[in-house]
């Protein structure tokens, strides 16, 4: 099983960008379907993006389509999250998530805070 963690938060202002890191342990990264999440405070952990093993499929959800987009890596063991065009509500703990079977995560990182300032 691998193991997460995630990197690249930090405060930014509205209409900026950041890039999100999840690097993995082990050498089995490439068996892994990846996602990230992420939870506001006061609020229920939700689903942001998620990428197929070979990085051939991505999907993402509504509220950021456009505006984020997930990416991988197999030969750095390394999923990304490219953030554009950031809002406040963006701002929460994002998380990275992995898991041997699609939309099935059993593997999380510690998460990393993103902070949008209006």
């Known amino acids: 099983q691998v193991q997460l963690v995630e990197s690249g938060g930090g405060l930014v202002q509205a209409g900026g960008s950041l890039r999100l890191s999840c690097s993995a342990s082990g050498r089995t990264f490439s068996w892994y379907f990846m996602g990230w999440f992420r939870r506001a405070p006061g609020k229920e952990r939700e689903f942001v993006a998620a990428?197929?093993?070979?990085?051939?499929?991505?999907y993402h959800a509504d509220s950021v389509k456009g505006r984020f987009t997930i990416s991988r890596d197999n030969a750095k063991n390394t999923v990304y999250l490219q953030m554009n065009s950031l809002k406040p509500e963006d701002t929460a703990v994002y998380y990275c998530?992995?898991?041997?079977?699609?939309?099935?995560?059993?593997?999380w990182g510690q998460g990393t805070q993103v902070t949008v300032s209006s």
């Open positions: 998530a992995g898991g041997r079977v699609e939309s099935s995560y059993d593997t």
């Open positions: 990428i197929s093993k070979s990085g051939t499929s991505t």
